[in-house]
């Protein structure tokens, strides 16, 4: 069985920073796609940056600048560098995997952030 697991999400100010980390067990072969994803109360379930099966970094267009993705694949693991942040960032922030064991693509609980004076 393939667990998902988030961390860091928390209250933070505008302006601020956050440091989100997704960490992944089960004995899991191999994993092409890593990617982190938001919703916010009423919306959709959007993609907020992702690193592909071929190393490539895309990042939705609001965060560019002040976001980065970095992950070990070898390590299960991946993280989301949030500076700058703002009120519209708040949100449930989902890690979702893609990897070598079935379901093959498996998603965390989400982490609350919540951006707010």
């Known amino acids: 069985q393939v667990q998902v697991v988030e961390s860091g999400g928390g209250l933070v100010q505008p302006g601020g920073s956050l440091r989100l980390s997704c960490a992944a067990s089960?004995?899991?072969?191999?994993?092409?796609?890593m990617g982190w994803y938001r919703q916010a109360p009423g919306k959709q379930r959007e993609l907020v940056a992702e690193?592909?099966?071929?190393?490539?970094?895309n990042y939705a267009d609001s965060v560019k600048g002040r976001f980065t993705i970095s992950g070990d694949k070898a390590k299960k693991t991946v993280y989301l560098q949030m500076n700058s942040l703002k009120p519209e960032d708040m949100a449930v922030y989902f890690c979702?995997?893609?990897?070598?064991?079935?379901?093959?693509?498996?998603w965390g609980q989400g982490t609350q952030v919540t951006v707010s004076s």
């Open positions: 979702n995997l893609v990897h070598s064991r079935w379901p093959y693509s498996s």
């Open positions: 690193i592909t099966s071929s190393g490539r970094i």
């Open positions: 089960g004995s899991i072969v191999s994993i092409s796609y």
